[in-house]
């Protein structure tokens, strides 16, 4: 089983680094670097260092050093580790360039249904693999009986559901730089939902999770645009995320169900998201999506951004498995590297000083929220080799 999972978190690392290089990049008129190349090879003047590429360069510049940095921070970890890490801040960063294609350039645009598009994708590709298991390897397909679902996967579903509702409002009543700043905090708030829930949080990674934090609003400080009914759309979204990462970690260990591994848990949160997503997608943008998906330009761009959010899904499950629902936040954060450094790529923009000093305090402060975990847990260990699984206890490997 080790090895199934070994096999599958190198399958999707490789997915995740195709969309982060090529499904990630903006597709627009003028600004698709595959149709550059394609030009300069019609001209026979092709050069890999001219000045129409270095956006590109830069860009996998950018990816060769996140990759570097996240395999020096958690290498200790192990391989499997490693690589779902990878896998979920390569298809985290790509995410909202793949739904932007949608929006602006094809022109669907219709969240609730393209969420519930990403949750039936992820549950189909999580039903192949335990498809696979039990053709291959005999393993038995665990379905939830109404207690698991009733007290963990509907709690789930509507976390998940009420914090993209409510993030998606906050944008939309506010602006980027204040929904950034309030969920700057989703770290933070993530540890206490999970004191409070009774999961438990080692109180020597409060100083790092304090300093990711404040470099995290260091990031996001900037010409805010302050509403009540925005502030409380938002902190909703940041409750919502909190909870969701706390009761998916729930059903994976330390409670009656944590027999349930992470490709389980994908497969029937995911259905559930979806009939709450698709009866919310019905109600309120009707039956015109059904309609304007039927083009085939369309379906492409809804199905790239479906690979993306089932890597992103299933990657995020083995990352909170082996790391805990605060420190799945925290890595989470790396992606905006990735975002801004393409941002600067593909629009042009620049990276302020502000950016430069709040992410070199990031980086610092999961360096050593990392490596206090890993003491944390060393200790654990020694003194007692069989505990009850907590923030900072690794689950054992399917």
Not at 28 to 39: D, I, K, Y
Not at 79 to 89: G, H, Q
Not at 211 to 226: D, N, P, R
Not at 302 to 319: H, P, R
């Amino acid at each position: 089983m080790r090895t199934m999972s070994l096999r599958f978190c190198v399958v999707v690392a490789l997915y995740s680094s195709a969309l982060v290089e090529g499904l990630g990049s903006d597709t627009t008129s003028g600004e698709n670097p595959f149709h550059a190349v394609a030009q300069s090879l019609a001209d026979d003047t092709f050069d890999l260092f001219a000045e129409t590429h270095q956006p590109e360069l830069l860009y996998c510049g950018a990816v060769i050093f996140v990759v570097s940095l996240l395999i020096g921070l958690y290498h200790s970890r192990g391989v499997c580790v490693v690589v779902a890490i990878l896998s979920y801040v390569g298809a985290l960063s790509s995410m909202s360039m793949l739904i932007r294609n949608c929006y602006v350039n094809v022109g669907f645009k219709y969240p609730q249904f393209l969420t519930a598009t990403h949750f039936v994708f992820t549950a189909m590709v999580g039903l192949t693999v335990l498809f696979y298991r039990s053709v291959r390897q005999g393993s038995k397909i665990n379905v939830p009986d109404l207690n698991c679902f009733l007290k963990g996967l509907l709690p789930v579903a509507i976390a998940f559901t009420l914090s993209l509702g409510f993030a998606n409002n906050g944008l939309l009543l506010t602006n980027a730089h204040f929904y950034e700043m309030i969920g700057s905090s989703t770290p933070l708030c993530t540890a206490g939902i999970a004191y409070l829930l009774g999961r438990g949080f080692e109180k020597r990674l409060m100083p790092p999770l304090a300093l990711i934090t404040m470099s995290l609003l260091v990031i996001a400080f900037g010409e805010i645009s302050l509403s009540l009914l925005g502030l409380m759309a938002c902190l909703g979204g940041v409750v919502g995320r909190g909870c969701k990462s706390t009761l998916q970690h729930a059903l994976m260990g330390g409670s009656e169900w944590k027999a349930m591994d992470p490709i389980e848990v994908a497969v029937w949160t995911s259905l559930t998201c979806f009939i709450l997503m698709a009866a919310w997608s019905l109600a309120s943008e009707g039956l015109a999506p059904h309609r304007d998906i039927l083009a085939w330009h369309t379906i492409e761009a809804v199905l790239y951004t479906c690979i993306g959010a089932s890597i992103l899904n299933i990657a995020a499950l083995f990352v909170l498995r082996e790391l805990g629902p605060v420190a799945q936040q925290v890595v989470g954060q790396l992606k905006g590297v990735l975002s801004v450094v393409g941002a600067v790529a593909t629009f042009g923009e620049q990276v302020s000083l502000q950016q430069g000093i709040g992410y070199s305090v990031l980086m610092v402060g999961i360096y050593f929220y990392n490596k206090k975990d890993m003491e944390i847990k060393g200790e654990k260990q020694n003194r007692m080799p069989v505990m009850e699984v907590n923030e900072t206890t690794k689950i054992q490997t399917v």
